[in-house]
């Protein structure tokens, strides 16, 4: 594991809407501190959706604050439920939020850096914004958005960066065009974006063209985001008969976990791999949405990772479980 979770009540301490479909929560800890934190990072949330208990994450916006947690979220009808469980929420109401931690990989030491952030993206953005300004560090934060309506903490932003913001708002025809970006950057800039699955395949697509370092694109994932509707699938598992339905709002790692086929998982989010398994055979279409796997193994289809990615029909796997063997038998 790269990080260990502890988890610790916490109290709603306000809600407002900062975008018609995004909603900011403050949350104070029952401690009353927060302990400092890097920027970029994220928690993770207990919740219940369709009155079962479920956990998701999300990053956590601006600087850091001693005594609150600051987060936003979208609310998203393509979503396994995570969103809505949020947004009913109240002032006052208690809920458990994990320790922060950080997957981004920040080098305080490069002089020049760009930002992208599609969407809900911007939330860890901000905090990484602020901190390269802080640092005198050169950098430029491109924003994609459905149009400027629709981008959260424009004004936050504006105050901070000024003509270093640049707003892609797409009702205005002002789509990003990644590759004429990445191609015009100095050569050692690092790039850091968080946005759609689209988006993030996009860029590396993009990043590679450009002839850049594979290692200095580095990614912030939704862990939600697809290619494909988010609906029902099943999964069939190998050598056994036993099917399992996957629902909207459950990932497969939590049913398979449920159902007893034990697969190891660390982030939870795509990044790490961990929990990837085998793929036998497939009725249907994978939805990769990691972001471990290249482009051909995504097509090769050999492996999933059942934390984030779907799938359109019937997959069977091999999770590699084989129970233990009685003595005598």
């Known amino acids: 594991m790269r990080f260990a979770e502890q988890w610790n009540w916490c109290t709603v301490d306000s809600i407002r809407d900062v975008t018609p479909t995004i909603r900011e929560f403050l949350l104070r800890p029952d401690s009353g501190h927060v302990a400092p934190y890097p920027a970029g990072s994220h928690i993770g949330v207990a919740i219940l959706i369709d009155e079962q208990p479920a956990r998701r994450s999300y990053s956590l916006v601006g600087d850091h604050n001693p005594?609150?947690?600051?987060?936003?979220?979208?609310?998203?009808?393509?979503?396994?439920?995570?969103?809505?469980?949020?947004?009913?929420?109240?002032?006052?109401?208690?809920?458990?939020?994990?320790?922060?931690?950080?997957?981004?990989?920040?080098?305080?030491?490069?002089?020049?850096?760009?930002?992208?952030?599609?969407?809900?993206?911007?939330?860890?953005?901000?905090?990484?914004?602020?901190?390269?300004h802080r640092r005198n560090i050169d950098l430029r934060l491109h924003y994609a958005v459905k149009s400027r309506g629709d981008a959260a903490y424009l004004g936050e932003l504006s105050s901070v960066l000024g003509d270093r913001l640049i707003v892609h708002a797409s009702d205005q025809g002002a789509r990003i065009d990644l590759d004429?970006?990445?191609?015009?950057?100095?050569?050692?800039?690092?790039?850091?974006?968080?946005?759609?699955?689209?988006?993030?395949?996009?860029?590396?697509?993009?990043?590679?063209?450009a002839g850049r370092a594979p290692a200095d694109l580095r990614y912030e994932t939704f862990g939600s985001s697809g290619l494909l509707p988010t609906a029902e699938f099943r999964v069939r598992l190998k050598?056994?008969?036993?099917?399992?339905?996957?629902?909207?709002?459950?990932?497969?790692?939590?049913?398979?976990?449920?159902?007893?086929?034990?697969?190891?998982?660390?982030?939870?989010?795509?990044?790490?791999?961990?929990?990837?398994?085998?793929?036998?055979?497939?009725?249907?279409?994978?939805?990769?949405r990691d972001v471990f796997f290249s482009d051909q193994q995504k097509k090769d289809n050999r492996k999933i990772c059942p934390c984030v990615s779907r799938a359109i029909g019937v997959v069977t796997i091999d999770t590699l479980y084989r129970p233990e063997t009685l003595p005598g038998r």
């Not at 459950?250 to 793929?279: H, T, Y």
């Open 239 to 288: 050598d056994c008969d036993t099917e399992l339905v996957v629902s909207p709002n459950s990932s497969m790692l939590d049913v398979l976990n449920d159902a007893g086929f034990e697969v190891i998982s660390d982030c939870q989010r795509g990044e790490c791999g961990v929990c990837a398994v085998d793929v036998i055979a497939v009725d249907g279409e994978i939805d990769h």
């Open 180 to 209: 004429a970006t990445f191609r015009a950057l100095p050569s050692d800039t690092i790039a850091i974006m968080c946005g759609p699955m689209r988006m993030l395949e996009a860029a590396r697509r993009a990043w590679n063209d």
């Open 67 to 132: 005594s609150l947690y600051r987060i936003a979220v979208r609310l998203a009808q393509d979503s396994r439920g995570g969103s809505r469980g949020m947004w009913n929420l109240q002032p006052g109401t208690r809920i458990e939020t994990s320790s922060p931690a950080c997957l981004l990989d920040i080098d305080w030491n490069k002089q020049n850096y760009c930002l992208i952030a599609g969407g809900i993206g911007i939330t860890p953005i901000t905090a990484i914004a602020s901190a390269l």
